[in-house]
């Protein structure tokens, strides 16, 4: 009985692959030119596979907690990877997607709440954290792969544009949530090894820090220096500035171009 509760609490929800299924079938409609639309098709295509990278996300974090001592992870559904079953679904999922059509930026979002009394060892704490802007990492290696590996040829513009818009994000969350701000996973890798004085200080300030993140982005000089370092991230992985840019352009579908990336489109 209780290794099929195991079972289910793991198998993977039908909202998951739903949302796998549309980033499927909209990226084959963007690789083929099948959609009458290719703005439409990109946008579909890349908000859906954002959304899946939200859920590796957060499924990271929790399997992580898992093997590392905490078992409630999976009765709260974490291991489902069902967006709906996240502690903070509107900061897990709704709130970055909203920063993505609106900005164009892979802000990170809220975490699973573990159950970090369950857990011994701090390296266990740091890497529980660390697990989920890894899962970034590695989904925009994958995203990368084709530019990296020189493996272009063949790949129709509009496709190879939406992939490097949607490494993009992946960098930019990645690096968003690595910083050692509070509330974000960043702070969780280094808060065990920090006194239970500083914790205590810091913890207040948990609710606010993607907040902060926000407002310093507004900042020119910091928005500058932080797509800086997106891009030069980028550019070690073989994705130019200008195919970034170019699946912006179409991810942006009911903007006017600025014909830039009309012609290859």
């Not at 009765?75 to 900061?91: F, R, V």
């Not at 994958?142 to 509009?158: E, I, Q």
């Not at 949530?177 to 969780?188: A, E, Q, R, T």
Request: neutral net charge.
């Amino acid at each position: 009985m209780g290794h099929q509760g195991s079972r289910s609490e793991r198998r993977i929800s039908s909202v998951f692959i739903g949302i796998v299924a549309i980033m499927v079938v909209t990226g084959w409609a963007v690789w083929t030119g099948y959609s009458t639309s290719t703005g439409l098709a990109v946008f579909l295509a890349v908000t859906s596979a954002w959304i899946v990278s939200l859920c590796l996300h957060e499924y990271a974090h929790a399997r992580t907690a898992l093997h590392s001592g905490d078992l409630s992870v999976g009765s709260k559904g974490y291991l489902t990877l069902n967006p709906l079953k996240y502690t903070h679904w509107l900061l897990s999922i709704v709130l970055p997607v909203v920063f993505v059509i609106l900005g164009g930026l892979g802000l990170p979002g809220g975490a699973v709440y573990i159950e970090h009394g369950r857990i011994q060892g701090r390296w266990k704490h740091s890497l529980i954290s660390a697990a989920g802007p890894l899962a970034n990492v590695a989904f925009a290696v994958v995203c990368t792969a084709p530019f990296w590996l020189d493996a272009l040829d063949g790949v129709p513009m509009p496709f190879r544009f939406a992939l490097a818009f949607l490494a993009f994000l992946q960098v930019s969350a990645a690096i968003l949530n690595f910083l050692p701000v509070p509330g974000l996973d960043g702070y969780g890798v280094i808060e065990p090894w920090l006194s239970y004085r500083v914790r205590r200080e810091v913890e207040p300030l948990a609710p606010y820090g993607l907040i902060g993140i926000f407002v310093l982005l507004w900042i020119p000089g910091v928005n500058a220096v932080f797509f800086d370092v997106v891009q030069g991230v980028l550019s070690g992985l073989g994705v130019s500035e200008l195919d970034r840019w170019c699946g912006l352009d179409l991810y942006r579908f009911w903007q006017e171009s600025d014909g830039v990336c009309a012609v290859q489109d």
